[in-house]
Structures are given as C-alpha cells and as structure tokens.
C-alpha cells in the first residue's frame, strides 16, 4: 500500500512540473509572462516574413510599454521624426500565447508595407530581458524582438 501512494505522489508531482513549466517555442515559462511582460521594451530587431528588416524601419526610438493595471503605451518616432504615441490597454489570453492590445492605431514600419495595424501578438519568447512576438498585416508575417528599454 505504501508503493501505491508513494507512486500516486510520483505521478502526481510530475504532472504538476509538467503544466507549470509549459514554455513558448523559443523560451521562457508561460507561469511567468505576466511579470515578464510588465516592463517597457525598445525594438532589437525587426523581420517580415522571416527575413531581417530592421534597417529597412522607418520609425525610430519605438519602445512599447505593458504596464500594471493593463495600460499599454507605444511610442515612436515617425518616418518625418515627428514624435508619436499611442495608449491603450492589454492583456494575456487564457493560455497566454497572445498578447491582446486595443485602443490603438496603425503605423507605418518599412516603405514596402506602408501602414500596419494589430490586436493580436503571438508571444514567440517571453523572459524578463527579451520579448518576441509576431502578427499578421496585409498578407506578411511581422516579427518583432525586443529587449528592455
């Protein structure tokens, strides 16, 4: 009866490691996204379609903020270097794979894909110094890794 239990315990713990240590695709525990995410970020590197266009943007100084309480704030430099911002909201889906973020607007990246717009980021790596996520806009795939600002 005792290797019964003690068995039990063995399977039970191990599922228990099993759900709480569920990672993204290229690193960091979803356990841990809401305390990861809560900073403000600047853009390392930016890919569409898989291929690195960060020398391709046309706006500079972009820095996103996730903050407490789920207020979101994305400022920028536009291709005129005008400043720009933009304040909302976010949050994490249920299984936190998406960032959700409203209220804001569309931007300009690169002169090949003019404006771009989202609600939806799916969360690729998230650890306390380093975000990627991507989104889908007029038919490309947009990647963007950053790092705390």
Do not use: Q
Not at 19 to 44: F, M, P, Q, V
Not at 105 to 123: K, P
Not at 142 to 149: A, D, G, K, S
């Amino acid at each position: 009866m005792k290797n019964v239990f003690k068995g039990i315990g063995i399977v039970l713990l191990t599922a228990l490691a099993m759900t709480s240590c569920k990672k993204y695709d290229n690193g960091g525990t979803l356990r841990k996204a809401e305390k990861n995410i809560t900073n403000t970020w600047k853009i390392d590197a930016y890919y569409l379609d898989g291929v690195d266009n960060t020398s391709s943007l046309l706006i500079t100084n972009f820095t996103e903020t996730f903050a407490d309480g789920g207020v979101y704030t994305r400022a920028y430099n536009d291709a005129s270097g005008d400043p720009k911002n933009d304040v909302g909201t976010w949050g994490l889906d249920n299984d936190k794979s998406l960032i959700n973020v409203s209220g804001t607007g569309s931007y300009e990246l690169t002169a090949a894909t003019s404006t771009v717009s989202t609600s939806d980021y799916t969360i690729l790596k998230l650890k306390k110094d380093e975000l990627w996520y991507e989104f889908s806009n007029g038919g490309s795939t947009h990647e963007f890794h950053l790092v705390p600002n």
